[in-house]
């Protein structure tokens, strides 16, 4: 009997939570906000466009990242303000036991002003988050896929076998060093009684 391979070639993408993760470029709907397009995902949000929009809709969109970009802009600048050390209490004309543990370190304050700029979205954009978005009415036409890796096992070597040993004849009859008169008084004595492969070192019973 022939047995088919079933299992499925594509797999979808799932979050840590175990959410389907929509494909970017993939068509969402919302009957609140209409219809619209995922543009990007970061980490566990989507970044979603919407192209067309309800009655109304258009506007709220666009306040809510007008609110959003303002208030990225003030944390931005009281980043760069305790970076550079100008916070009268905690700056650089403070006490050294009490400055700033951010003033010079532009590495950190850069990458937390990039994270604010990332939050920051267009006049038509929304964030949603992906393990609550169906729950809160997203629909999604495709989603990510992804071929499942396949576990690959190796078969284990053998065991080595040690060679067997090969049995020594030093010290019998048949040792190439044995006496041919030796052999001839064994005959004589034992006749057919004797085993030519005995040990000679051994007493006879």
Not at 7 to 23: Q, Y
């Amino acid at each position: 009997m022939t047995s088919l391979d079933t299992s499925p070639t594509t797999v979808p993408v799932l979050t840590p939570a175990g959410t389907r993760i929509p494909a970017r470029g993939t068509i969402a709907c919302h009957p609140v906000l209409g219809f619209g397009e995922v543009v990007t995902r970061s980490s566990s949000r989507l970044r979603i466009a919407i192209t067309d929009p309800v009655d109304g809709a258009a506007e709220r969109i666009a306040a809510v990242s007008a609110a959003r970009t303002a208030s990225a802009e003030i944390e931005i600048s009281g980043l760069e303000a305790r970076r550079d050390g100008l916070c009268p209490e905690t700056g650089l004309g403070a006490h050294w036991a009490c400055q700033d543990a951010f003033i010079g370190a532009t590495a950190l304050v850069n990458g937390m002003i990039e994270g604010l700029i990332a939050r920051c979205t267009e006049d038509n954009e929304v964030i949603v988050n992906i393990d609550d978005a169906e729950a809160f009415g997203w629909e999604f036409d495709e989603f990510a896929m992804e071929t499942p890796k396949k576990s690959k096992t190796r078969g284990k070597a053998p065991k080595p076998v040690a060679p067997k040993p090969v049995p020594s004849n030093v010290g019998t009859v048949e040792d190439p060093e044995m006496a041919d008169w030796m052999v001839a008084e064994m005959n004589e004595c034992f006749g057919e009684y004797w085993t030519p492969t005995a040990d000679r070192t051994k007493p006879s019973a």
